[in-house]
Each structure stands twice: as C-alpha cells, then as structure tokens.
T-cell receptor, first 113, second 113 residues
Framework: QQKVQQSPESLSVPEGGMASLNCTSS?????YFWWYRQHSGEGPKALM?????GDKKEGRFTAHLNKASLHVSLHIRDSQPSDSALYFC?????????????FGKGTQLIIQP | GPKVLQIPSHQIIDMGQMVTLNCDPV?????FYWYKQILGQQMEFLVN????????KSKLFKDQFSVERPDGSYFTLKIQPTALEDSAVYFC???????????FGPGTRLTVL
C-alpha cells in the first residue's frame, strides 16, 4: 500500500475558481508535509510546507493539516491558467538529518480559460 | 530562484553498460538527493548525501549504484552495470539543511535497451 495517497487523480477547474486537492498518509511517523508543483518539462518546485494542525496560507494557496487523520489538503483560490500542472504531496519523518521525501502519485490540475 | 541543473536531459544506453548522471546543485547547498520515477508511478527516494557520505539509502539503491561529489563539483549517480529496470527519470535535489525545502532539477530520462 502506498504510504501517501492523493486524490483526485485529475481535476478540471474553471479560471477564477477554487481547486481543492487531497492527500492522506498511512504512516504516523510522518511529521512534515509538502506540496510540490511540477510543470511539464521541469522538476517539482515546492509550494509550501505544513507541520502544525490547522491552516497555513501563502497568497492564493492554503494548506490544511489534520494530524489526527493524517490528512492534508491544498486549496487554490482564484485559479489561473498558469496553475495548470501536476501537484505532488510529499511527507517526511523529519528526523533532524537529511529528510527523505515520500511522494504521492500526484493530481493533474487543469485550469480551463 | 535557485536552480538545480541536470546533465544530460536524456540518455539512451545498452543494458550492461555504465552510465553517469550529473547534477549541478544550488551553490551553497549542503545536502543532496537522488529520486527515481518510473513512468506512471510516484517519485521514489534513492539516496541522500551530506559531507561526502551517504546518509541514507532505500532498497531501490542497488549495489550497482554509487554516488559521489568530488571536491564540490557535480553530484553524480553512477550505475554499473545498467539493467532494463533502471529505465526511469532520475531527479536530483539539493537543500541547505536536512529539513529544508528540496530544490529539484528537471530530471534525466534514462532509457536502457
């Protein structure tokens, strides 16, 4: 079983709308969660990290973490065509050394102009 | 922003031959990583590297794999000999500290024939 599962696999949202992406972990050792975004032909780029319960907002992006259920979500408001990309959730144990990230399979987000 | 470069972008090689994948990490970063992504699957951790040493490796990091960063030059992943199952996209990443954001390169697509 994959330790980090993402849903949906793909999502289509009209320009200006709200996109909501979900991620669930099955490993309670994971303490840190990251959202990465990957445009075609590029490497993944970190959007934000979250490790405390509740919401974390950065511009149009809001991440929410529920440690009890090991559920993380990413909400993108006022979606733009440039937000069209593959979004990865990644988790780590954050042991104090070099983190090894465990990735989900990703959500393909399409913003319709 | 900070960029990680990977050379080459695509490598085709015959099974049994040696291949070296090169990574030029962000200049002041101290931690280095390799991840492997087989088509249609999630990215998976291979190895991390700090202060000239492998800190942690996964079960995917077979005996035929080795990493090094001689004298602050490229961080390299060498596979000798290659096998068909080594065909994948290999992503290099670097970070300033062990728990900080990992910056990813665009990947090297390795095809083993």
């Amino acid at each position: 079983q994959q330790k980090v599962q993402q849903s949906p696999e793909s999502l289509s949202v009209p320009e200006g709308g709200m996109a909501s992406l979900n991620c669930t972990s099955s490993d309670r050792n994971f303490q840190y969660f990251w959202w990465y975004r990957q445009h075609s032909g590029e490497g993944p780029k970190a959007l934000m990290s979250i490790f405390s319960d509740g919401d974390k907002k950065e511009g149009r992006f809001t991440a929410h973490l529920n440690k009890a259920s090991l559920h993380v979500s990413l909400h993108i408001r006022d979606s733009q065509p440039s937000d069209s990309a593959l979004y990865f959730c990644a988790a780590s144990e954050h042991t104090g050394g070099a983190d090894r990230l465990t990735f989900g399979k990703g959500t393909q987000l399409i913003i319709q102009p | 922003g900070p960029k990680v470069l990977q050379i080459p972008s695509h490598q085709i090689i015959d099974m049994g031959q040696m291949v070296t994948l090169n990574c030029d990490p962000v200049s002041n970063h101290l931690y280095f990583y390799w991840y492997k992504q087989i088509l249609g699957q999630q990215m998976e951790f291979l190895v991390n590297f700090y202060n000239g040493k492998v800190m942690e490796k996964s079960k995917l990091f077979k005996d035929q794999f080795s990493v090094e960063r001689p004298d602050g030059s490229y961080f390299t992943l060498k596979i000798q000999p290659t096998a068909l199952e080594d065909s994948a996209v290999y992503f290099c990443a670097s970070s300033w500290t062990g728990g900080a954001e990992q910056f990813f390169g665009p990947g090297t697509r390795l095809t083993v024939l």
